[in-house]
């Protein structure tokens, strides 16, 4: 079974910075695209950053250049690094993992930035 554990969130001022951290069990972490969504109070979950197996990022339209997506094979592990936060990125940032047509989630951990 498939468990991803998110940590990292909290609170920050706009303008600071954060580095969630995902750790990934139960499945061959070094085939998987591993990935940050986030989800803002009343608004649909959307992707943040991806990053494939070799380790190529992807970023969604207008995260780039404040968030950078890696990870560690070794320690099963995905980070996002984020910087420069705005009140805006507020929201609930979630980790995921796909291989194939199967996705798992994590529960998520909280991201507040005050203005």
């Known amino acids: 079974q498939v468990h991803l554990v998110e940590s990292g969130g909290g609170l920050v001022q706009a303008g600071g910075s954060l580095r969630l951290s995902c750790v990934a069990s139960g499945m061959d972490f070094r085939l998987n695209i591993m990935g940050w969504s986030r989800q803002a109070p009343g608004k649909q979950r959307e992707s943040v950053a991806l990053?494939?197996?070799?380790?190529?990022?992807n970023y969604a339209g207008g995260m780039r250049g404040r968030f950078s997506i890696s990870r560690d094979n070794d320690k099963k592990t995905v980070y996002l690094q984020m910087n420069d936060l705005k009140p805006e990125d507020t929201g609930t940032y979630y980790c995921?993992?796909?291989?194939?047509?199967?996705?798992?989630w994590g529960q998520g951990t909280q991201v507040t930035v005050s203005s």
């Open positions: 990053i494939t197996p070799a380790g190529s990022p």
């Open positions: 995921s993992s796909r291989q194939g047509v199967k996705t798992d």
